[in-house]
């Protein structure tokens, strides 16, 4: 099993910047795809961005070319840089490794972005 603990989540103002960590207990490197979602209060979670294991990258289209998602996988970490924060960002942001038969998710991090 893969424990996931997110850090870096906070309040920040309307065009500020935040990044993300996420660190797992064991070695990533076998892991496909790591992953950062997000779930706003009544709203579904929510994928925000991706990264496989030779680094290629998918966003959604609300964050692309605001957020980068990358991975160091001797460091067993992954993080998501988020900058240009707009209140709309706010929710909570969960970090997921994606294995070939089963998903493991942390706890997530709150980040609030004030208008």
């Known amino acids: 099993q893969v424990h996931l603990v997110e850090s870096g989540g906070g309040l920040v103002q309307a065009g500020g910047s935040l990044r993300l960590s996420c660190a797992a207990s064991?070695?990533?490197?076998?892991?496909?795809?790591m992953g950062w979602y997000r779930q706003a209060p009544g709203n579904e979670r929510e994928t925000v961005a991706r990264?496989?294991?030779?680094?290629?990258?998918t966003y959604a289209d609300s964050v692309k070319g605001r957020f980068t998602i990358s991975r160091d996988n001797a460091q067993n970490m992954v993080y998501l840089q988020m900058n240009s924060l707009k209140p709309e960002d706010t929710a909570v942001y969960y970090c997921?490794?994606?294995?070939?038969?089963?998903?493991?998710w942390g706890q997530g991090t709150q980040v609030t972005v004030s208008s």
């Open positions: 997921r490794a994606e294995l070939e038969l089963q998903s493991y």
């Open positions: 064991e070695s990533i490197r076998s892991i496909n795809t």
């Open positions: 990264i496989t294991n030779i680094g290629t990258t």
